[in-house]
């Protein structure tokens, strides 16, 4: 591990400082309990500093060129890419992925910062044909101002980069407060975005384990602009309903309950090595894994067998291990939710073809229920962890309706080798995305987003810059026809 990114301290305004009450609190792993670092505890009052910081910086990095801009976030790339092993180890030891994951999750971090470098260049306006002789108009798009980053523990690299790289592309200073199991990932970042050129006050990093009392600064102090929020839809609500105050403009990327359906004519090789990768990456642990697999009658005892095969020869163990496919689970709550809903599910009939037991300290053993149905709740609430219940289905119609029958619409999987029914099935299903024939969707080069309660606005891909920017339309009067 390079000691020279673990850090001990916050990141404001350019400098490495204490919390002002000198507060301070512990970072565990959640497969050994091992100390893996102690961070300031940060205030109210000391996020309100980083907050003033982000606003003193922000009329000189917005008039920097997109380009001069653009060369700071390629520095930073670069360099995120040179310590990709020490970012992974600490990314593992702090959250419980699994190291091959985390080495993913550098890449998969790194690429929105090299694509909005990219992207911040190609902020263009318009020209819109005027309505009268001696009129012109123009259309600009200028970044919007100081953004909050509220984000979330199961990916503690990416979702710091597919936020902070267009906000900053954009023109825009950040103040990102890192979730309290997994800060010394955003601090490491913030090291290397120090050593790319990074301006004093456009980068902060607030870590704290008062997440309410700063979220509530966040989103309702008027000199931030644009709060962008990863996590749960309970919070996310509460996150909107307090911006209402200050009218910020607002990204949500909330919870899902993602369907797979596995229809008669799938390829079923594919569609249970699809099931296994959307559903166990990060041990169950990502808004886009699967929590509900509907499979056709006539295919459903083949692929539950073959499923339940494939899950048994899932390797659980150290994160550390590269052999080692699943780790624990974050948290003791975490742990608890799985076990309660296993509980529910096999107390209304649920069998158990694979898993279902603790395997000591948050390790819980990757599960399948076969027979599942919508009176359990894993049929309507997000598990967030290694279990997978199978729901059957009869016709298309049916599958439609029962991967629709739920609040959320985040991501939607489904195999068939019919392009009728691909084209159907995927206009039909009410989401943000669909993966067809295909389990791992997530690219820098596509939208990312959810409808209905899985939250609002898209990340990555070129309309991710958007949500940085405001439109100003400018009337050239005057204009001797
Ligand atoms: C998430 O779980 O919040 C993000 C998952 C992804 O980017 O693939």
């Keep these: 591990m390079t000691d020279l990114l673990v850090r001990d301290l916050a990141y404001v305004n350019g400098q490495w400082s204490a919390a002002a009450s000198g507060a301070t609190f512990e970072v565990r792993s959640p497969s ?53 092993e020490a970012l992974a180890t600490l990314m593992s030891r702090e959250s419980g992925k699994v190291i091959a994951e985390s080495r993913g999750e550098v890449l998969y971090g790194a690429s929105f910062v090299e694509w909005f470098a990219e992207e911040g260049k190609r902020a263009y306006g318009e020209v819109v044909p005027p309505p009268a002789r001696d009129r012109r108009i123009v259309v600009i798009r200028q ?17 710091i980069t597919r936020k902070v790289a267009p906000a900053l592309a954009a023109g825009c200073p950040v103040v990102i407060k890192p979730p309290a199991e997994t800060p010394l ?11 790319a050129g990074l301006p004093a006050g456009v980068l902060n990093v607030v870590p704290t384990t008062q997440s309410h009392d700063i979220g509530y600064e966040l989103s309702t102090n008027p000199l931030v602009r644009k709060l962008s929020f990863t996590g749960s839809t309970a919070v996310g609500k509460q996150l909107m309903a307090q911006c209402a105050s200050t009218l910020k403009k607002l990204s949500l990327e ?3 309950n993602a369907p797979f359906i596995v229809f008669d004519d799938a390829d079923i090789d594919a569609a249970v090595h699809g099931a296994v990768q959307a559903k166990y990456r990060h041990n169950g642990q990502t808004c886009v894994c699967v929590n509900r697999l509907l499979v056709q009658d006539s295919v459903y005892d083949e692929f539950v067998s073959r499923f339940s095969t494939a899950v048994a020869a899932l390797r659980s163990g150290d994160p550390l291990d590269p052999t080692v496919q699943v780790g624990p689970l974050v948290n003791a709550k975490g742990l608890e939710k799985v076990q309660r809903f296993v509980r529910d599910a096999v107390a209304n009939g649920a069998r158990v073809t694979q ?6 300290g948050l390790f819980f053993a990757p599960t399948v229920l076969a027979d599942a ?7 309507r609430e997000e598990v967030f962890g290694p279990v997978a219940p199978v729901f059957r289905f009869r016709d298309e119609a049916e599958a439609i309706r029962l991967a629709n029958d739920t609040d959320y619409g985040l991501a939607a999987y489904f195999y068939s080798r019919d392009i009728g029914r691909c084209w159907r099935v995927a ?9 067809i024939n295909e389990g ?7 939208p990312f987003g959810g409808v209905k309660a899985s939250g609002m606005g898209r990340e990555g891909s070129r309309h991710g810059l958007d949500a940085y920017l405001e439109l100003k339309y400018l009337c050239f009067g005057g204009i001797d026809p």
């Design 32 to 84: 050994s309990g091992e100390l893996v670092g102690i961070v300031p505890d940060l205030s109210v009052d000391d996020t309100r500093v980083a907050i003033a910081a982000a606003a003193a910086a922000w009329p000189a990095w917005r008039n920097r060129t997109a380009k001069e801009r653009a060369v700071v976030l390629q520095a930073w790339h670069a360099l995120i890419l040179q310590h990709r």
């Design 143 to 159: 970044g919007i101002g100081v953004v909050a980053a509220i984000t979330p523990w199961n990916f503690p690299l990416a979702m």
């Design 185 to 195: 990932t955003a601090l490491a970042l913030a090291v290397l975005a120090e050593q």
């Design 254 to 256: 909330l919870g899902g």
């Design 355 to 360: 898993g279902g037991e603790c395997r000591g």
């Design 373 to 379: 149905t919508p009176a359990m709740r894993l049929a």
């Design 427 to 435: 206009e039909a299903l009410e989401c943000g995305m669909v993966g």
């Design 440 to 446: 791992l969707i997530s690219t820098e080069v596509a």
